[in-house]
């Protein structure tokens, strides 16, 4: 037997039920998030706990419960998952826009002992900043460079992907491909 719902699920809108019931069947969409629409679905055409967790796979049904109650609060965004556990995300956006910013800024050969950046020279200037980040890893600048769209070139520099300078008559011309975005996926 099902124990007492101490928050029991509101009435669904019909947008959050037409997006319930089209997530519930999807194919494509992450496990997790299929898992709860249908677990949601089930308990708002009257199942219980119990039998939404059974229907889901899961053991307890102090988990439906939680997904009720985060449902309650925020709505479809509760359908997908958070953070789920292991150490806190340290650098946020803040951090990955200050990362940014050093690698476009050019390096300084007496300073920074370098014409191009390498990730390890990146990580010393970012240490060394009087607002830099004191403790960040080689892994989250490069995790922070490839998801702004830059990668690691033959040159051994980070470069933006899709775009090069090219020699003309006239001088160094910035060329872009349309397609950069297309090809890095």
Same mark, same amino acid.
């Given at each position: ?15 959050? &039920? ?15 998030? *299929? ?28 988990? /439906?419960?939680?997904? *009720? ?19 806190? /995300? &340290? ?49 989250? /600048? ?24 090219? &020699? ?5 011309? &910035? ?11």
């Amino acid at each position: 037997m099902s124990r007492h719902q101490k928050d029991p699920l509101r009435p669904l809108t019909a947008e959050e &039920r037409t997006e319930l019931t089209r997530l519930s069947r999807s194919q494509s969409a992450p496990a997790a998030e *299929v898992d709860r629409a249908r677990a949601l679905l089930a308990i708002a055409e009257g199942a219980s706990y119990t039998a939404a967790a059974r229907l889901v796979g899961r053991g307890h049904n102090e988990t /439906i419960s939680a997904w *009720v109650s985060r449902f309650n609060r925020e709505g479809l965004a509760a359908v997908r998952p958070h953070h789920g556990g292991g150490p806190r /995300i &340290r650098y946020g956006a803040r951090e990955q826009q200050r990362i940014l910013v050093e690698w476009a800024r050019s390096p300084e050969r007496e300073t920074d002992g370098t014409a191009t950046w390498s990730l390890s020279l990146l990580q010393k200037a970012l240490r060394r900043a009087p607002d830099g980040l004191p403790r960040v890893s080689r892994f989250t /600048i490069a995790r922070t460079l490839h998801e702004a769209g830059l990668s690691w070139q033959k040159s051994r520099t980070w470069c933006e992907t899709g775009v090069s300078l090219r &020699r003309r008559k006239r001088g160094l011309v &910035r060329v872009s491909d349309p397609d950069a975005a297309v090809k890095k996926s």
